[in-house]
């Protein structure tokens, strides 16, 4: 029976779609996979012709004339999914072949659980200094309870939210979401009005609200980091605002249902091991100031100092190898 559709929303970029495509083609779980949506935006019929590359997929091309705004794109495209699930893809991404299994077996065996997602590997040019690197926190193992790093993991709605409030734990082209949860969030954040750049962060907080995540620390989603990125074409400043602005709407979110991420992120803090210390301080400081977590009371957690972000990231890439073969 199929019970997936797969979102891609597009604007132009008929290369990047065509790797999508392969990458939805390529599904071992295809037979689950009732429609593709591929929505351009950008008035080019380029990606139409990338289209008819892959009838075998069942594909419904939708051209949108006007052009939308960029939020009213992606959430007008997945509100037509008539299947169980959604699973989102962007243009410039695209998944390993097991993607759409692996979550819909997880989803299925958690009844509780709303939505799924896994871990990233970010993929840039090979001039880059560090072409590749795996979105694979540390914050996010510590809020799981420290579970094994080759198996799926529960994050509870409190801890969710904790982790949301913090960053934005998974990138949106991973996202298996069950349909019925997903468009009442789409509903709600449209109404609010919130800035497209944190977008995804916020309807991961909104999902969590409704259930539990089960989430995948074995990277299967291949995230492009070019610089048609939004975030490369912003001041640092404006980027900052923006994310603190939902950091307070989380936290909102959170005081709302009764949760304090502080309090959460204090109980899994107190039983953080010193080796994943710098990784998951360097975390922190992204967000927060050392005056914020000495406001929050959580300076106490963090003796050491963190190392430059270079180094942070190679750390972090040797640690994620590490750990997935020994299993740790």
Known sequence: MSTVTVAITTT???????????????????????????????????????????????????????????LAHLFSTYRQARTPYVA???????WSAGH???????????????????ASLF????SHN?????DRSAAAWLLAGRPAWLTP????????????WLYTPFHFSSLIARTEHLVPVLDELERENHHFHTIDRLVFARLALRGAFRYNPVANTFVRWHTGNWIKTQEARHVQEIVRSTVDAVHRMARERGWDP???????????????????????LETFTTKDLARLG?????????????????RSLAGSAKRLVLGA
């Open 12 to 70: 132009g970029r008929p290369d990047f779609l065509r790797t999508a495509l392969q990458s939805v083609q390529n599904q071992v779980g295809s037979p689950e996979i009732a429609e593709v949506l591929v929505s351009e935006n950008k008035d080019d019929r380029r990606t139409e012709d990338v289209v008819r590359e892959f009838p075998d997929l069942p594909i419904r091309y939708l051209f949108r004339q006007p052009t939308l705004p960029m």
């Open 88 to 94: 989102i893809l962007n243009d410039d991404d695209w």
């Open 100 to 118: 759409v299994a692996d979550g819909l077996r997880a989803l299925q065996a958690d009844p509780g659980a709303v939505a799924y997602a896994t």
């Open 123 to 126: 993929v840039v040019s090979e």
């Open 130 to 134: 560090n072409p590749r690197w795996i």
């Open 153 to 164: 993991w529960t994050l509870a709605p409190a801890r969710m939210l904790a982790l949301c």
């Open 262 to 284: 502080v309090e959460v992120w204090k109980e899994s803090l107190s039983s953080m091991p010193a080796e994943v210390e710098v990784e998951v301080t360097a975390r922190f």
């Open 298 to 314: 959580l300076s106490e957690f963090f003796r050491r100092r963190p190392p430059s972000t270079r180094r942070v990231a190679l």
